[in-house]
C-alpha cells in the first residue's frame, strides 16, 4: 500500500473520515415515513439499536433544529437506519400539551415547532404503551429502582420512560437524573450528559456496519454464483473438468514472475490491512455507545426470577425492537428469539403479540414494537393521493400538507385524546 495505508490503524482513521462524508448526506436525506397504516420501514443491513427519548430532550432538540434550520444528529442518525427511536406514549402526549409553554419565550413560533415535531421526528418515533402490567416484566433489582421512582417526591411521571428502556436495553436519553438512576443504577452518569457524542458514536458504528455488511453481502453473492456456475459446469461435463481449472490456475500463479505474484500477495495484503481497519473503527465507536446501554440481567437470570409469560413478553419487545425487517409474523419472531428455559413456541409467541399491549399488528399477522403518533397518522389520511412524504428540512409541503394541515392534524389527535 502507499504509505498514508501502511497499517489498519492508517484505514481506521480513513473509514472514520468517510463516514462523516456519508453522514453530511444523510443530513439532508429524505425524512422516511411509516406507510399510512402504521408500519414503518425497515433497515436490511443493520439491526438498529433502540434509543429511548424522554420529553425534555425532545423539547430541547425540536427547539434547535427550529433554530438553526437543520436537523440534529438525533433526527439524522435514525433517518438513516442507524439507531431506533422509541418514547413511552406520556411522552408523546406531554410534547403536544406542553408546546404552547415551551414555546412562549418567542424564539421558535408553536407553528414551526409542531411542523417539525410532526414531519420530522413523529414518523421516526415508535410510541409504547408501557402500563403497570409491564412491571411484572422486570428483574428484582429493576423494579426496586422503578417503585422508588413512582413515589411521591420522586418522578412517578416518567415510571413509563424508565421501564421502557429497561426492557429495550436501551440508551435512555433523559435530563433528570432521577429517572436516569432508576434506568442506569447507581453509576457514574458525569458522561452520559455527553449524549450528542454517544448517538454520533452509534451512527458511526452503524454506518460502518451497514457498509461492511453490505460489502460481505456482495461478496457472498458472488460467491454464491461462482459456485453455481461451477456446479452446472460439472454436472454438464465431468468435475474433473473443475480439477484441471483449478490446477490451470495454480500453476499458472507459480509459473509467474517472482514481481507479479508479489503484487499478487500485495493486494491480498491490503485487503486483509482494510478489513482490519474498518473493524477497529467500528469496535471503537460501538464500544462507545454500547456502554451507555443500561446493564440489564442475563437471561438466565431473568428466568430465574420471572413468570415465564412476562419473561417470553419481555424477550419479543426486546427482539422485536432490533429487528431489522421492522415488523415481524409470530413464526419469523419466534425463530429470532433467544433461547430462554421456558415455553416460547409461535403459539406462545402469538399470544403474547395479541395480549400484551406495547406490539402492533400493522398488516395481517405482521407485527412490530410501538405504533406510529396518532396525530402523524391522521396527517397521512388527510394528505392529498401521490404527494410525496417525505420533507426536507426547512422545505414547506403544498396542498393539504401544509403546515396549518400539521397543527390541524395534531390538535385533532390531541383532542380526541382528551375527549375518551
Known amino acids: 500500500m502507499g504509505n498514508e495505508l501502511d497499517s489498519p490503524e492508517d484505514v481506521a482513521r480513513l473509514v472514520r473520515g468517510m463516514v462523516a462524508g456519508m453522514h453530511k448526506y444523510s443530513a ?8 399510512p397504516g402504521g ?8 439491526r438498529p439499536p433502540p434509543v429511548v427519548v424522554d420529553a425534555n430532550v425532545l423539547r430541547n432538540d425540536i427547539r434547535r433544529a427550529c433554530r438553526t434550520g437543520q436537523r ?21 402526549q406531554e410534547v403536544v400539551e406542553h408546546s404552547g409553554d415551551w414555546t412562549a419565550d418567542g424564539q421558535v413560533s408553536r407553528e414551526a415547532f409542531l411542523r417539525r415535531w410532526l414531519l420530522e421526528y413523529l414518523p421516526l418515533i415508535r410510541v409504547v404503551p408501557v402500563g403497570e402490567g409491564h412491571l411484572a416484566w422486570l428483574g428484582p433489582a429493576e423494579l426496586a429502582r422503578i417503585r422508588h421512582l ?13 421501564v421502557l428502556a429497561l426492557l429495550l436495553e436501551a440508551f435512555f436519553l433523559s435530563e433528570d437524573v432521577k429517572p436516569l438512576r432508576a434506568v442506569y443504577g447507581h453509576v457514574d452518569l458525569s458522561g452520559h450528559r455527553e449524549w450528542v457524542s454517544i448517538l454520533k458514536a452509534g451512527g458511526d458504528a452503524g454506518q460502518i456496519g451497514k457498509t461492511f455488511t453490505l460489502a460481505v453481502n456482495i461478496t457472498a453473492l458472488a460467491g454464491h454464483g461462482l459456485a453455481s456456475g461451477a456446479r452446472r459446469i460439472a454436472a454438464a461435463t465431468s468435475p474433473w473438468v473443475l480439477v484441471a481449472v483449478g490446477a490451470g490456475a495454480a500453476w499458472w500463479y507459480l509459473s509467474r514472475p517472482a514481481s507479479t505474484r508479489q503484487r499478487v500477495a500485495s493486494v491480498a495484503e491490503s485487503i486483509l490491512t482494510g478489513v482490519l481497519g474498518a473493524a477497529i473503527a467500528y469496535q471503537e465507536v460501538q464500544d462507545q455507545f454500547t456502554s451507555a446501554a443500561p446493564k440489564t440481567p442475563a437471561w438466565a437470570t431473568l428466568a430465574a426470577d420471572l413468570p415465564p409469560a412476562a419473561l417470553l413478553g419481555r424477550a419479543c419487545l426486546h427482539t422485536l425492537a432490533r429487528s431489522s425487517r421492522c415488523h415481524r409474523s409470530a413464526a419469523e419472531l419466534t425463530a429470532d428469539l433467544p433461547y430462554l428455559g421456558v415455553a416460547q413456541g409461535e403459539a406462545k409467541v402469538r399470544q403474547i403479540l395479541r395480549d ?6 400493522v398488516w395481517r399477522g405482521r407485527w412490530q414494537a410501538g405504533h406510529a403518533a396518532p396525530a402523524l397518522l391522521r396527517y397521512l389520511t388527510m394528505r392529498s393521493p401521490g404527494r410525496e412524504l417525505a420533507s426536507r428540512s426547512g422545505a414547506r409541503p403544498h396542498g393539504r400538507g401544509t403546515p396549518e394541515g400539521a397543527r390541524v392534524a395534531v390538535q385533532r389527535a390531541t383532542a380526541a385524546r382528551r375527549g375518551r
Open 28 to 35: 439532508v436525506a429524505p425524512i422516511r415515513f411509516p406507510d
Open 39 to 46: 408500519a414503518f420501514p425497515g433497515d436490511i443491513l443493520l
Open 72 to 92: 440534529t444528529v438525533l433526527i439524522t442518525a435514525a433517518n438513516a437506519g442507524l439507531l431506533r427511536l422509541f418514547c413511552a406514549e406520556h411522552v408523546y
Open 150 to 162: 413512582a413515589q411521591p417526591g420522586q418522578d412517578p411521571d416518567d415510571v413509563p420512560s424508565a
Open 356 to 361: 400484551a399491549g406495547p406490539f402492533t399488528e
